[in-house]
């Protein structure tokens, strides 16, 4: 079958593609038959600057220590990162963003427990 039936969606996601599988005939066919979308990922290394340049296009500054600090909360969740980011830029009303507001305002998201009854143990 050449076409796929119009109400099947076929959703494939992979790692990045290297040029040589990118030009395979299956690719090609879902390239021609429907909608290829590349997604590229933020390096974790890289999180603090992403974070600081997302700071200034919202015209608020950040230290160093502050994006990393939320970096270390998110664990890699960009949609964390830019909603603590603007909840931080209203926040800040203007200042420069700095550890004590991130420590005071963002959620350890990285931290979650999904058995909440035992949220008095102490974790290991």
Not at 10 to 38: N, Y
Request: proline share 6%.
């Amino acid at each position: 079958m050449t076409r796929p039936p119009p109400d099947t969606v076929c959703l494939v996601i992979t790692d990045k593609l290297d040029r040589k599988t990118a030009e395979t005939p299956w690719v090609r066919a879902f390239e021609q038959h429907g909608v290829c979308v590349s997604i590229g990922s933020v390096e974790t290394a890289a999180l603090p600057g992403w974070l600081r340049e997302r700071a200034r296009a919202l015209a608020v500054e950040m230290e160093p220590e502050a994006a990393q600090l939320i970096v270390e909360r998110v664990e890699g969740n960009l949609l964390a990162a830019k909603q603590e980011l603007e909840k931080l830029a209203l926040l800040a009303n203007g200042e420069r963003i700095g550890t004590e507001l991130v420590l005071r305002s963002v959620g350890d998201s990285a931290r979650y427990d999904v058995f909440p009854a035992r949220a008095g143990r102490r974790r290991r």
